[in-house]
C-alpha cells in the first residue's frame, strides 16, 4: 500500500488568500491526482499529472507533479468560499489502483 | 450522462445488526470500487472489482464484510454484523481508465 501524507489538514482563510497544499510520499507514483469533495457528496476529480515537474492550470488551481514524481502540490490564488470543501490526493499505481490520501480540509471565510 | 448510483443514502442500525449497500455503476465502465471513508479520513479501500472479478480485496474485513457484483454491473456490499468502529461513509466509484467517478455514498450509523 503507498503511503500518502498530506499537509496541512486543515486550512482556514479569508477570500482573496492564496494558499498551497501539499502531497507527499516516500514512494514513486506512476501518476497522481488531486479531487475535490464536498459535504454529503463523493470525491470529484480535478486533475491528473503523470509527468514529473508537470504543472497544469484550472482557472485559479495550479496543479505541480515534483520532478522525482513522488510529491505534488495544490495552489489557489485568490481563494473564494466557493473553494471550500475537503482536497484529496490520489496515488495511482498498478492495475487502476488508486490510494488516497487523508486530505485538506479548507474553508473559505467571506 | 448518468453517473453512479448508490442506495440508500442513509442508514441507522444497532451493533450486530446486518447492512446491505448497493451501487449501480456508469453504463460501460468495467472497474468499479468501494472504499470506506471514517470522519476526518480519506477514502480507503475495501474491495476493487474488474468486470465481476475481483482485483484487490486485501483490506476488506472477511470475516464481516462481504461484496459481490453479480454480470459485471451493479454491486453490493454487506456487512454481518456491524461493530461501532463500522460507522462511516461507503462509497462506491466506477472507472474510466484512470478516472473515477464517485456516488454520493451511504452514510452508516452503527449504535
Known amino acids: 500500500t503507498q503511503l500518502l501524507e498530506q499537509s496541512p489538514q486543515f486550512l482556514s482563510i479569508q477570500e482573496g488568500e492564496n494558499l498551497t497544499v501539499y502531497c507527499n510520499s516516500s514512494s514513486v507514483f506512476s501518476s497522481l491526482q488531486w479531487y475535490r469533495q464536498e459535504p454529503g457528496e463523493g470525491p470529484v476529480l480535478l486533475v491528473t499529472v503523470v509527468t514529473g515537474g508537470e504543472v497544469k492550470k484550472l482557472k485559479r488551481l495550479t496543479f505541480q507533479f515534483g520532478d522525482a514524481r513522488k510529491d505534488s502540490s495544490l495552489h489557489i490564488t485568490a481563494a473564494q468560499p466557493g473553494d471550500t470543501g475537503l482536497y484529496l490526493c490520489a496515488a495511482l499505481w498498478g492495475y487502476q489502483k488508486v490510494t488516497f490520501g487523508i486530505g485538506t480540509k479548507l474553508q473559505v471565510i467571506p | 450522462e448518468a453517473g453512479v448510483a448508490q442506495s440508500p443514502r442513509y442508514k441507522i442500525i444497532e451493533k450486530r445488526q446486518s447492512v446491505a449497500f448497493w451501487c449501480n455503476p456508469i453504463s460501460g465502465h468495467a472497474t468499479l470500487y468501494w472504499y470506506q471513508q471514517i470522519l476526518g479520513q480519506g477514502p480507503k479501500l475495501l474491495i476493487q472489482?474488474?468486470?465481476?472479478?475481483?482485483?484487490?480485496d486485501s483490506q476488506l474485513p472477511k470475516d464481516r464484510f462481504s461484496a459481490e457484483r453479480l454480470k459485471g454491473v451493479d454491486s453490493t456490499l454487506k456487512i454481518q454484523p456491524a461493530k461501532l468502529e463500522d460507522s462511516a461513509v461507503y462509497l462506491c466509484a466506477s472507472a474510466d481508465r484512470e478516472k473515477l467517478f464517485f456516488g454520493s455514498g451511504t452514510q452508516l450509523s452503527v449504535l
Open positions: 472489482f474488474q468486470n465481476n472479478g475481483v482485483v484487490d
